[in-house]
């Protein structure tokens, strides 16, 4: 791996925020310049985007090397398919039957002529697996938070976000035209006097949190923040992309591991993670998915997903339901992983799920330990300033039910040489 560290000056201490903007009267300065930052970080072996996939993505999967071009198995912790459901036999055969039956697109926008039996299905069994009256399914979950919140609120309501939400929490809060407002991460009593001061200014409120925050693995205090959203009268949306599948006695979620099933006001999420395929969902009461169906301009315009992949979640859903072994094996892996990260001196913060920041707080560093871990055969995202805080940037690790110890122990051994070589732990 080709590595011009001591000739990259200045470029090492540059970010993705230097290039956002450029006082220029040509657009194309300024990525024109980031180009050029990205080859110097090509030379220090620190550019690990896009590193192409040869095989499923497994616990282990076999990539084309971006430094030696020959293939290489590596062990997968940076997927989000937590129970391995990706390639999971009666998840495969669904799609497959679904392809043959029906075709490779749905040829419509939902609305429309897209609606096939297989979506009607899918929506019918999301809405009785999150505890609500129905459901309607996005093509992405980017583009299900986008089109929840901008399908909602309106200019002169109130949009409350946690300062830890996910991206398309923040932009579908910015396109509703409301007047949208943090609250530091999980401050159940910074909520409460927001909604005590701003509450009489606006019509409706809206607070939203994730229910596993993507970053840092930690859960947020639903119980409470419900509490508070019922006595000032605002409306409680969680986004439970990380948390299905993972949480909850049955793999439901955070409404069923706090107990309040049926009682959270919107319940959405992504359809790619656990439940390894692609799209968006959210949960509600029938009055309110009958109205997002013709005010969210995302489900509007957007073509309705394929049958193969719709049938393959309505599958993966069945698999959650009756293989609680995957569920098990998942926790059985956390608890391992988190044992030995822990005794090794890393800073894991508050993590409690499947997903774990090593937190570093040096960017430098960050790139480094991912260059190290890649030549251990180990590919991990390094997470970096403007997506965290330069003191939080980290290397962000995910499990699977499927990963074995042996994939365990070789990620373990591999980060204690690299934050040892890095000085980050003695």
């Not at 009785?128 to 009256?133: L, N, Q, S, T």
């Not at 939400?165 to 991460?185: C, E, M, Q, W």
């Not at 706090?258 to 799209?279: P, Q, R, W």
Request: glycine share 8%; hydrophobic share 40%.
């Amino acid at each position: 791996m080709a590595r011009a560290v001591e000739s990259l000056g200045k470029a090492k201490e540059l970010s993705l925020a230097d290039f956002y903007a450029a006082e220029d009267p040509d657009l194309f300065t300024k990525a024109e310049r980031f180009y050029s930052w990205v080859e110097e970080q090509k030379k220090a072996g620190h550019y690990v985007a896009r590193r192409t996939l040869l095989s499923a993505s497994g616990p282990r999967a076999v990539i084309q090397d971006p430094w030696t071009g020959k293939p290489r198995e590596m062990v997968m912790m940076a997927t989000n398919n937590y129970l391995g459901l990706t390639t999971h036999p009666k998840v495969v055969k669904a799609g497959i039957e679904a392809y043959q039956k029906w075709g490779s697109g749905a040829g419509s926008v939902s609305l429309l002529a897209g609606t096939l039996e297989l979506h009607r299905q899918l929506e019918r069994k999301l809405a009785e697996f999150k505890g609500c009256e129905d459901a309607i399914v996005f093509p992405a979950g980017y583009s299900t938070n986008v089109g929840v919140i901008a399908g909602l609120a309106r200019p002169g309501d109130l949009v409350l976000n946690d300062i830890l939400n996910h991206a398309s929490i923040v932009d579908g809060s910015r396109l509703s035209g409301a007047y949208v407002k943090t609250f530091p991460h999980k401050s159940v009593q910074a909520l409460d006097r927001l909604l005590e001061r701003m509450s009489p200014r606006y019509n409706g409120r809206l607070v939203i949190v994730d229910g596993v925050f993507s970053m840092d693995g930690d859960i947020a205090p639903v119980p409470e923040m419900l509490e508070v959203c019922r006595r000032h009268g605002a409306r409680l949306m969680i986004d439970e992309a990380h948390a299905t599948g993972v949480i909850g006695e049955t793999g439901r979620g955070t409404p069923e591991h706090f107990h309040l099933e049926g009682k959270i006001d919107i319940v959405a999420g992504t359809l790619s993670k656990a439940l390894g395929g692609v799209g968006g969902f959210a949960a509600s009461t029938r009055e309110v998915v009958e109205y997002l169906r013709f005010y969210s301009r995302s489900y509007m315009f957007s073509t309705a997903l394929p049958p193969a992949v719709t049938a393959s979640l309505i599958a993966a859903l069945e698999v959650i339901e009756t293989e609680s072994e995957l569920r098990a094996r998942l926790w059985e892996n956390i608890r391992y992983m988190r044992e030995g990260l822990t005794d090794l001196g890393l800073d894991l913060g508050e993590s409690e799920t499947a997903i774990f920041p090593i937190i570093i707080g040096d960017d430098w560093k960050v790139k480094e330990m991912t260059r190290l871990l890649h030549e251990d055969g180990v590919f991990v995202n390094g997470v970096l300033y403007p997506a965290v805080a330069r003191r939080l940037s980290r290397i962000r690790l995910s499990l699977m039910a499927t990963h074995t110890r042996e994939d365990l122990d070789l990620t373990i051994e591999a980060c204690a040489r690299a934050a040892r070589k890095l000085g980050i732990i003695k």
